[in-house]
């Protein structure tokens, strides 16, 4: 009879051994997905089985009960995360559960371009993939106002940068991220302004930032574009930019700013109009915003282009002259 037992028991812990094994081996095999890549939603609130059965509802050929076991085998089944995921070819259910409890989920990018004007953000917001759309109809009134910011105009307000986000996740959460971040570097480039800035205010700071990135062909020469600007305003003299004629213009616009448009008076034509646009002309990044605030020292009032992204800078009107007969009329 012991020797029965004994038996039974060595036949029962070999069965386990054989079990654990499979197991072991099950869990490190390819899982059999529908298509090289499938998306899988876990919902706020979802079980550990009801996870399990949304795999298997993918059109992944595993058995949920089975899937759901090893979630529950390997203590971890309560860490799952809530999100939108891809699996790819060649997941095992191990590495699914690891995916699931980091929370690793898919993510998709989408780059906002330093000096691109608003109505840029918006057409690109409107190709990215998996980005739900929900500013599509919005005015841009309507739009700050959702975003808590009711009156302001969108122009220049959101920090260009590469963002990333979640499948399904909204064009309105990633502006509204956009726009902490300009917010926070145009703080901390306030509070670092040169004591005889002739800004009043940071978004003053702001607008003239985004001429300077306009109008900036060698980034090292933000500095001192800058300085001809924060020098014409201490003066009074008209900013007379191309960029802000040209913004003026909006749509209008057709690659070739003529003497008329420079003429044609719109909010935004610094030479019709004296001082400072009433908005932002684009987005300038944390270097055009620096500039702003900290213009070089110097007493330039012009520059002019040199025709390979260089500047010539002058202090007078006859210098300046001799520097564009050289540079444009000499190159005509």
Same mark, same amino acid.
Request: aromatic share 8%; hydrophobic share 40%.
């Given at each position: 009879?012991?020797?029965?037992?004994?038996?039974?028991?060595? @036949?029962?812990?070999?069965?386990?051994?054989?079990?654990?094994?499979?197991? #072991?081996?099950?869990?490190?095999?390819?899982?059999?997905?529908?298509?090289?890549?499938?998306? =899988? /939603?876990?919902?706020?609130?979802?079980?550990?089985?009801?996870?399990?059965?949304?795999?298997?509802?993918?059109?992944?050929?595993?058995?949920?009960?089975? #899937?759901? =076991?090893?979630?529950?085998? /390997?203590?971890?089944?309560?860490?799952?995360?809530?999100?939108?995921?891809? @699996?790819?070819?060649?997941? &095992?259910?191990?590495?699914?559960?690891?995916?699931?409890?980091?929370?690793?989920?898919?993510?998709?990018?989408?780059?906002?371009?330093? %000096?691109?004007?608003?109505?840029?953000?918006?057409?690109?917001?409107?190709?990215?993939?998996? =980005?739900?759309?929900? &500013?599509? %109809?919005?005015?841009?009134?309507?739009?700050?106002?959702?975003?808590?910011?009711? %009156?302001?105009?969108?122009?220049?307000?959101?920090?260009?940068? &590469?963002?990333?986000? /979640?499948?399904?996740?909204?064009?309105?959460? #990633?502006?509204?991220?956009?726009?902490?971040?300009?917010?926070?570097? !145009?703080?901390?480039?306030?509070?670092?302004?040169?004591?005889?800035?002739? =800004?009043?205010?940071?978004?003053?700071?702001? $607008?003239?930032?985004?001429?300077?990135?306009?109008?900036?062909?060698?980034?090292?020469? +933000?500095?001192? $574009?800058?300085?001809?600007?924060?020098?014409? #305003?201490?003066?009074?003299?008209?900013?007379?930019?191309?960029?802000?004629?040209?913004?003026?213009?909006?749509? +209008?616009?057709?690659?070739?700013?003529?003497?008329?448009?420079? !003429?044609?008076?719109?909010?935004?034509?610094?030479?019709?109009?004296? %001082? !400072?646009?009433?908005?932002?002309?684009?987005?300038?990044?944390?270097?055009?915003? !620096?500039?702003?605030?900290?213009?070089?020292? /110097?007493?330039?009032?012009?520059?002019?282009? +040199?025709?390979?992204?260089?500047?010539?800078?002058?202090?007078?009107?006859?210098?300046?002259?001799?520097?564009?007969?050289?540079?444009? +009329?000499?190159?005509?």
């Amino acid at each position: 009879m012991r020797r029965f037992f004994l038996t039974l028991f060595l @036949l029962c812990a070999l069965t386990v051994l054989a079990a654990g094994a499979a197991g #072991l081996w099950w869990v490190r095999q390819p899982l059999q997905l529908p298509a090289p890549t499938v998306d =899988l /939603s876990v919902e706020p609130g979802t079980s550990p089985r009801g996870v399990a059965e949304a795999v298997a509802a993918t059109g992944t050929k595993v058995s949920p009960e089975l #899937l759901y =076991l090893w979630f529950r085998v /390997s203590g971890q089944d309560r860490q799952i995360r809530a999100g939108s995921y891809e @699996l790819e070819s060649g997941v &095992t259910p191990h590495l699914l559960l690891n995916i699931l409890v980091r929370g690793k989920e898919a993510t998709r990018s989408l780059v906002l371009v330093e %000096g691109w004007h608003f109505r840029q953000v918006r057409a690109a917001m409107a190709k990215a993939d998996q =980005l739900k759309g929900d &500013t599509v %109809g919005l005015s841009d009134d309507e739009l700050m106002a959702r975003l808590g910011k009711p %009156g302001l105009s969108p122009e220049g307000r959101f920090f260009p940068d &590469t963002y990333t986000y /979640s499948k399904g996740s909204t064009d309105l959460a #990633l502006l509204q991220r956009a726009m902490r971040a300009m917010d926070k570097k !145009l703080d901390a480039a306030w509070a670092a302004r040169a004591t005889d800035t002739p =800004l009043k205010t940071a978004d003053e700071a702001l $607008i003239l930032a985004s001429i300077v990135e306009k109008e900036t062909g060698k980034a090292q020469e +933000r500095p001192e $574009i800058s300085a001809v600007f924060s020098n014409r #305003l201490r003066v009074g003299m008209p900013l007379q930019t191309d960029p802000t004629v040209i913004y003026g213009l909006g749509e +209008r616009f057709d690659g070739n700013l003529r003497k008329k448009d420079l !003429l044609a008076d719109t909010p935004w034509n610094t030479y019709t109009r004296p %001082g !400072l646009p009433p908005t932002p002309i684009a987005m300038p990044g944390k270097d055009s915003l !620096l500039a702003a605030v900290q213009p070089a020292k /110097s007493k330039a009032l012009y520059f002019v282009s +040199r025709g390979d992204g260089t500047s010539q800078f002058s202090t007078s009107l006859d210098e300046h002259n001799r520097a564009v007969n050289r540079y444009q +009329r000499g190159a005509r």
